[in-house]
């Protein structure tokens, strides 16, 4: 059997750390076969030579820009079967630009609520809360979360405004605060796949700093996932 080939393509905003994040999963594809190949920006996407030839893409870029060619080789290599997978902002809140990347994702960061205001130090840790990870029916019975529990993380808590073709494998609730505007607890996707075309999509929200890749739950999630949406036979 010839070797799988995974792509990593990381950049966008330096606050989700795109190279340290993704340098954590590196050694795990090698080890399960993949031939790995870095890019540091998505301009590989407009390669449709390469793209074909992959297996799976693992994405890591916050925010940035996405041009027509690049996000035309992406939808076009999922639908024909590439894997993708992503976490945190580096898939769910990449190329704002691009409603076509949104509804190829099928989930949008819309926001992570903030501590009270008393509270906040104007930092990044201004938006840790402790929130649960819930995992759903269906996630109890999928391959990249069977045998898991509902976990619980001190992190940003992603809001995500999202479309009904997804399936959700587990979901994170935002509680009602005296400091928010909202009037009843929202519940958003926190880990969800996407059948695209050929192609599988796997996203989950939690990721938004190294230690939060290395918490055991968040890692075999990503780590199931790669796996699971490498393209199949």
């Not at 993704?22 to 890019?39: A, K, Q, S």
């Not at 609520?113 to 999928?142: A, I």
Request: aromatic letters at 8%.
């Amino acid at each position: 059997m010839s070797e799988r080939k995974a792509l990593v393509v990381r950049g966008g905003w330096e606050g989700h750390a795109p190279v340290e994040a993704t340098e954590l999963f590196l050694p795990f594809l090698r080890e399960n076969g993949f031939e790995v190949r870095v890019e540091e920006s998505p301009e590989v996407y407009a390669d449709t030579e390469a793209l074909a030839a992959t297996d799976l893409i693992v994405q890591s870029v916050t925010m940035s820009e996405i041009s027509h060619d690049q996000l035309k080789g992406l939808r076009d290599a999922v639908a024909a079967g590439t894997g993708m997978v992503g976490w945190h902002g580096g898939i769910a809140d990449s190329y704002r630009n691009s409603s076509d990347y949104l509804q190829l994702i099928g989930g949008q960061f819309a926001t992570h609520p903030s501590k009270e205001p008393g509270m906040c130090k104007g930092s990044q840790e201004d938006n840790y809360l402790p929130y649960t990870v819930e995992l759903t029916e269906l996630g109890r019975k999928h391959p990249i979360m069977e045998g898991l529990e509902d976990f619980e993380l001190d992190t940003e808590q992603y809001w995500v405004l999202h479309d009904d073709l997804i399936d959700v494998l587990a979901t994170t609730t935002h509680p009602v605060r005296p400091w928010h505007p909202w009037h009843r607890p929202i519940t958003s996707p926190a880990v969800w796949t996407r059948q695209w075309g050929e192609g599988r999509i796997v996203v989950a929200t939690p990721g938004h700093s190294v230690d939060i890749l290395q918490d055991e739950n968040v890692r075999t999630i990503i780590e199931r996932g790669m796996l699971w949406a490498t393209r199949t036979a």
